[in-house]
């Protein structure tokens, strides 16, 4: 089933509105470097993907991507290929997309977020969007789910052999092995190379990862060590290559469309609950009309 707005005509947009019970979902992510071995679109690429993936499973209208995040625009994060746009100017983009996307009849905006950055600021936007001014939507964001190799080596030993049919044997050890090791999957490294190589696998190149080059250099702990807060905890001072794991040499295609279907399934079970849940909305618009705690018994 079609899901996606751009590719919907105006009538047919109004019965996916129907069978989305008014909700809409906004993928977003931001344009930076990943590691020497990613493509800088990674977030926007692969959470775009996830969610079109689930609204596949769940049926919900997928709203066009919200390319753009936030990342510093300062040396060391902003590298080659870093968009950096003032976040004052993102959060009223995105405001005024809610109102327009609500002012077609969707009361419920949901934005799967695939970029770590962006987290911090959509728990402001969420918390200040609708005390300012009365409106007819709610509004809420949720991660696009993180699933290898953890997550899918879990299944593994909790429901058996063969439960990611994509995988052979030596790659559900190889998962199994990881998660047994605690495998360190932060930016750039085995989640989302697995993501990249379950869709995009001619833009992923492990070939030119410098082995060990996503160790943190801990060159700014000393700030943390002593409760001073710098910006992103000095993420970008301890890992210079925007590369922050262990090395995801034994990530593959198969491992990767394995990572992708499970992730869509997780967050179409999150996209079914927000759509089908109407205390949310219930809740705010008596608030906004003054009526405050009449859903407490
Ligand atoms: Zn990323």
């Given amino acids: ?77 902003r590298a080659v290929g870093t968009i950096h746009l003032p976040l004052e100017f993102q959060m009223q983009m995105l405001e005024l997309l809610c109102e327009e996307i609500a002012s077609h009849g969707f009361r419920k905006i949901l934005v799967v977020n695939s970029h770590g950055g962006n987290t911090m600021w959509l728990n402001v936007f969420a918390s200040s969007i609708i005390p300012q001014k009365k409106r007819n939507f709610v509004f809420a964001h949720t991660k696009a789910p993180k699933t290898a190799p953890h997550l899918l080596a879990q299944m593994i030993l909790e429901q058996g052999s063969g439960v990611h049919p994509e995988l052979t044997k030596e790659d559900e050890e190889t998962l199994i092995r990881l998660y047994e090791m605690d495998m360190k999957t932060g930016h750039a490294c085995f989640f989302e190379t697995a993501y990249m190589m379950g869709f995009a696998p001619e833009t992923v190149h492990l ?90 018994k």
């Avoid at 060990?212 to 702990?221: A, I, P, R, T």
């Fill in 1 to 77: 089933m079609e899901t996606r707005w751009l590719y919907l005509s105006g009538e047919e947009l109004t019965q996916m509105r129907e069978i989305s019970h008014d909700t809409c979902v906004i993928p977003m992510g931001c344009i930076e470097k990943h590691g020497t071995h990613l493509p800088l679109g990674t977030d926007i690429l692969k959470g775009s993907e996830v969610t079109y993936r689930a609204s596949q499973i769940e049926p919900v209208c997928v709203f066009a991507d919200f390319t753009f995040g936030s990342v510093p625009s300062f040396p060391p994060y």
């Fill in 207 to 296: 070939e030119k990862i410098v082995p060990g080059s996503g160790q943190n250099l801990h060159v700014s702990d000393y700030f943390k060590e002593n409760e001073i807060f710098v910006k992103g905890g000095g993420w970008g001072f301890n890992y210079p290559r925007a590369y922050a794991g262990d090395d995801p040499f034994d990530c593959n295609e198969r491992i990767g469309q394995a990572a992708l279907r499970v992730g869509a399934e997780v967050l179409a079970k999150r996209i079914k609950l927000f759509k089908e849940d109407e205390n949310l909305y219930t809740w705010t618009m008596n608030g906004q009309n003054g009526i405050r705690n009449d859903y407490v």
